[in-house]
């Protein structure tokens, strides 16, 4: 039996995006016990969204996926490889950027470290009894870096807690899925639609 639902928050007005990142889940050399796409037609944003989808989820493994963002096609095989080989808990990899540049290029294939904890994407793999107990919230925190700067953004929020809750978080110092940068970009808030 495939370990692994994928979870797509989606919003109405991008339909070809949400099929290209749908059949590049479909093109996954393992393949998904189920997508589990959830739409976001209150307009209550990314976090909301991916929530509703992760509490359907009942395999023992979790992956995100951005309607605008695509899976390589050894993604999800890549990241379980990794999990089960460095017994973690949740695995992040990295990313090509098509039309943009990477804004994050300092942490690609630096170890994860809890006592300097920095910013990933929600493109992940975690064991999903960690990830539905964290859960996904829209806000902001403060750094625990530390000098009173608050973060943002319901993906470092969710790390930061699957991180406090004592998940072994890894990072696989490999470009496994593409993140578009785009016009349409919302960084999942629905005041952002277009």
């Known amino acids: 039996m495939n370990e692994i639902s994928v979870v797509i928050p989606s919003i109405p007005v991008r339909p070809g995006m949400l099929a290209q990142a749908v059949t590049s889940v479909k093109d996954q050399t393992l393949l998904p016990h189920e997508i589990i796409v959830e739409m976001d037609e209150d307009r209550e944003g990314a976090a909301a969204t991916r929530q509703r989808g992760l509490q359907k989820v009942t395999t023992p493994w979790v992956a995100f996926l ?31 950027v098509i039309n943009g540049t990477d804004p994050m290029p300092q942490f690609f294939g630096l170890p994860w470290d809890n006592e300097q904890p920095h910013q990933t994407t929600i493109t992940t793999l975690v064991r999903t009894e960690i990830a539905q107990e964290v859960g ?7 750094d625990p870096n530390g000098g009173g700067i608050e973060v943002g953004g319901e993906d470092y929020v969710f790390t930061l807690g699957c991180m406090e809750l004592g998940a072994k978080i890894h990072h696989l110092a490999d470009r496994t899925w593409n993140w578009y940068h785009h016009g349409n970009n919302t960084s999942g808030l629905p005041s952002n639609w277009g």
Do not use: T
């Open 66 to 96: 951005d309607d605008d963002d695509a899976f390589l096609e050894r993604h999800l095989r890549s990241l379980l490889d990794h999990a089960l080989e460095q017994e973690a808990d949740y695995v992040y990899s990295w990313y090509n």
């Open 136 to 142: 996904f919230r829209q806000g902001s925190m403060e």
